[in-house]
């Protein structure tokens, strides 16, 4: 996990980083077998547009106040998506700096309830497109290493792929 530097303050907010609250946050890496189904049908994993960075990820956010991290990424994720799922094991915790400090995300494997649903974002400003990639994409169009990071922690965990 990164660790804040003690040391730099944010322009605008003048506050030491090392004096920044936790910003606490969940996600998911949904899955489902691509077309086809069936043991031979590659996986496919659910990646989201964030217009306002211009990058692809997996869906997460942060959490509500007083919110659990489970319920805050299966919200999450019907926000980002559009779907509902269902939790699977845990798969991994990250942590990194942002603008406006330290941020942990906590991640789930997850699988649509109904896996042949269109999967839409609730606000397009927010999310602006959301598709189904095949697993081997997956890892060249995220945006962020810590996210392919989860990737390969679902690799082993779920699909028993080790690097």
Same mark, same amino acid.
């Given at each position: 996990?990164?660790?804040?530097?003690? $040391?730099?303050?944010?322009?605008?907010?003048? #506050?030491?980083?090392?004096?920044?609250?936790?910003?606490?946050?969940?996600?998911?890496?949904? /899955? %489902?077998?691509? !077309?086809? =189904?069936? &043991?031979?049908?590659? #996986?496919?994993?659910?990646? #989201?547009? %964030?217009? %306002?960075?211009?990058?692809?990820?997996?869906?997460?956010?942060?959490?509500?106040?007083?919110?659990?991290?489970? !319920?805050?990424?299966?919200?999450? +994720?019907?926000?980002? @998506?559009?779907? *509902?799922?269902?939790? =699977?094991?845990?798969?991994?915790? +990250? =942590?990194?700096?942002?603008?406006?400090?330290?941020?942990? $995300?906590? /991640?789930?494997?997850?699988?649509?309830?109904? &896996?042949?649903? @269109?999967?839409?974002?609730?606000?397009?400003?927010?999310?602006?497109? +959301? %598709? /189904? +990639?095949?697993?081997?994409?997956?890892?060249?169009?995220?945006?962020?290493?810590?996210? *392919?990071?989860?990737?390969?922690?679902?690799?082993?965990?779920?699909?028993?792929?080790?690097?």
């Amino acid at each position: 996990m990164s660790r804040v530097g003690a $040391v730099g303050r944010d322009a605008e907010r003048g #506050v030491p980083r090392a004096e920044r609250p936790l910003i606490r946050a969940a996600g998911g890496v949904v /899955w %489902r077998q691509g !077309a086809g =189904g069936g &043991p031979d049908a590659e #996986v496919e994993v659910l990646l #989201v547009h %964030r217009p %306002r960075y211009d990058d692809w990820s997996l869906p997460k956010g942060k959490l509500e106040s007083g919110e659990k991290h489970k !319920a805050a990424a299966l919200r999450e +994720v019907l926000e980002e @998506t559009g779907l *509902r799922c269902e939790l =699977g094991p845990k798969l991994a915790q +990250v =942590g990194y700096d942002t603008a406006l400090g330290p941020k942990r $995300v906590k /991640w789930w494997a997850m699988t649509p309830l109904d &896996p042949d649903a @269109t999967p839409e974002a609730d606000d397009p400003d927010e999310v602006s497109e +959301v %598709r /189904w +990639v095949r697993f081997a994409e997956a890892w060249t169009m995220l945006s962020y290493g810590t996210e *392919r990071e989860v990737l390969a922690a679902f690799a082993d965990r779920v699909l028993d792929i080790a690097d």
